[in-house]
Nanobody, 116 residues
Framework: QVQLVESGGGLVQPGGSLRLSCAPS????????MGWYRQAPGKERELVAT????????NYADSVKGRFTISRDNAKNTLYLQMNSLKPEDTAVYYC?????????WGKGTLVTVSS
C-alpha cells in the first residue's frame, strides 16, 4: 500500500499560479502511475493529469491543457502539479493517486480556491 500526502493548496486570484506537491511513502517502488484528480462542490471527481512512472508519458484533461503541468522528482519520488493561469472553475479539492499492480491509493486532498 502507498500513503500519499498532498500540499500546496490555498487561495489564489484568477490568473495566478500554484504548485501542488504529493509525497508518497510506503511501497513506493510498486507504483506504476500517479495522477492528480479534483472534485468541485456538487460535482464528481474528475481527472486532471496523469503520469506513467516508466517513460514519463503524461495525459491531461482538455480543460487544463496548456495551463497545468504534471511532473515528478525521481530522487524524492514526489509528484507535482504546476497550475498557471488559474480560473475560478479550477476551484476544487485536488487529490493525488498512485496506481500499483494491485491497488489504487488516494491522498486526503488539498483545497484550491481561485477567487478575487
Amino acid at each position: 500500500q502507498v500513503q500519499l500526502v498532498e500540499s500546496g493548496g490555498g487561495l489564489v486570484q484568477p490568473g495566478g499560479s500554484l504548485r501542488l506537491s504529493c509525497a508518497p511513502s510506503g511501497n513506493i517502488f510498486s507504483i506504476k502511475a500517479m495522477g492528480w484528480y479534483r472534485q468541485a462542490p456538487g460535482k464528481e471527481r474528475e481527472l486532471v493529469a496523469t503520469r506513467i512512472i516508466d517513460g514519463g508519458s503524461t495525459n491531461y484533461a482538455d480543460s487544463v491543457k496548456g495551463r497545468f503541468t504534471i511532473s515528478r522528482d525521481n530522487a524524492k519520488n514526489t509528484l507535482y502539479l504546476q497550475m498557471n493561469s488559474l480560473k475560478p472553475e479550477d476551484t476544487a479539492v485536488y487529490y493525488c493517486n498512485a496506481v500499483t499492480r494491485y491497488t489504487v491509493d488516494w491522498g486526503k486532498g488539498t483545497l484550491v480556491t481561485v477567487s478575487s
